[in-house]
């Protein structure tokens, strides 16, 4: 049987799977709590920003080896989209990530030189979202330690990446799955559009947008790991 890691940022992200899956806790490993919420899936809230996650990436590999990470939670709007809109991710980049002072595209991530990271499992998502009638749409996410607002420098991501979403962690985990050789892929939550006069007030509403998340997250995994045995 093959086995799913589930792994967010924040622990308000994961609340809502947890109540509706029953989980049980496995352990806190460097401040990373780990639960077991079905056979062969477990989940994990990793923190916010690329170090946090990037550690609770690895730890999620090396202790539970998982064939498929997916990574879910909530980010900004890009584009217009509703608040609650699933977004699977085609691909994500580092927005901060800049050394074009010594000659190298914007964006370009040193040592595994890659500017855009492909989630190598968006198709098996596809794949079962559409069976599960779940409507979603598709796109880049954009991934930097900075919550991102309405000024000129989201505006600079939006003419350098032309991203649907933004937000701080799932490049990062990307790139561990990357250099581990192990599958990934990330569905999202619209929490808030960022250039919209609202933006504040619909962020600090993200759980609505997470219950939404999981209550698709879940089914989904189950759904995976069983396409995975077939």
Known sequence: MGKIGLIYAMEAELESLLERSGAEKLETVAGVPFYAVAPGIV????GIGKVNIAMATQLLLTHYAPDLVLNAGVAGAMENLPVGTLVLAEQFVQHDMDTSAVGDPVGLVSTVNVTEF???GAALLARQLQQMQVPY???????GDWFATDCPRAHSICETFHPTLCEMEG???AQVCMRNGVAFAALKSVSD??????QQEEY???PEAMKKLNAVVLPLAQRLLEEMAS
């Open 43 to 46: 989940a994990c809230a990793g």
């Open 118 to 120: 492909p989630c190598t």
């Open 137 to 143: 749409q598709r796109g880049t996410v954009a991934t």
């Open 171 to 173: 490049c990062a985990v």
């Open 193 to 198: 559009r960022l250039f919209s006069k609202a």
């Open 204 to 206: 600090f509403n993200f």
